[in-house]
């Protein structure tokens, strides 16, 4: 249906991975929580996915592979090929120095390389080790952590999942970009669908966030220390 021939069958493969690896990760993250939260008003499985789905579109979210692979492919351009060790720190640093973050590294929860990453890299070592792009990709997993430990001010400086996925897809000839997130999507719905169900069967009440009132975020503020300028 993607309109890719598929000779050798690893798409499909990848197809299967892919979409197993995206269907959830715990309640917290942008798609999974908004279809909760909805959800547990009783709405429609459909307008509860719907609201994860627009949660999704957000750049920090399910646009992140698209945002990995931009940063892969601006190196490959860059150095006309594959970057030397040397090379591709020196670039790590000059991207951090001048204000930017190196996309795919560090997560909000995890801190350790994400499994999914492995199973990604995994794969893609097995199927397209001589891709020049997978190579970057595998040749910045080696490099960044060490980069960030060093300038230490990640929390966590291994990469999570959007950090390879992008690249396997542009692999196989899918580079449509925008349609990257549909893909997850995809996947993610049954992960959302399948903590409905769930939820549903438990009854979970509504989700009902902490209020709080004017004078307690006064008092939070008079105790904060002043912002360095």
Known sequence: M????????????LMRLYMVLHSDHEGGNVSAHAC??????LSDPYYAVSAGLNGLAGPL???ANQECLGWVLMVHEKFKGVPSDQEL????????????VIPGYGHAVLRITDPR?????????RVMGDDPVF?????????????LVEQGKAKDPWPNVDAGSGALLYHFGLKEFSYY????????AMGMCSQL?????????IERPKSVPTAWIKKQLAAAPPPVM
Not at 2 to 13: F, H, Q, R, Y
Not at 181 to 188: A, E, K, Q
């Open 36 to 41: 909760h939260c909805v959800g547990s008003a």
């Open 197 to 205: 169900v769930v939820n549903r069967g438990l009854g979970i009440p």
């Open 61 to 63: 979210h399910g646009l």
């Open 117 to 125: 990453f492995d199973a990604f890299r995994a794969f893609g070592k």
């Open 89 to 100: 720190r020196q670039f790590a640093w000059d991207t951090l120095q001048s204000g930017k």
């Open 2 to 13: 993607l309109g890719i021939k598929d000779k050798t069958g690893e798409l499909a493969n």
């Open 135 to 147: 190579q970057i990709v595998d040749k910045v997993f080696e490099i960044v952590p060490k980069v």
């Open 181 to 188: 997130t549909v893909l997850f999507s995809i996947s993610r």
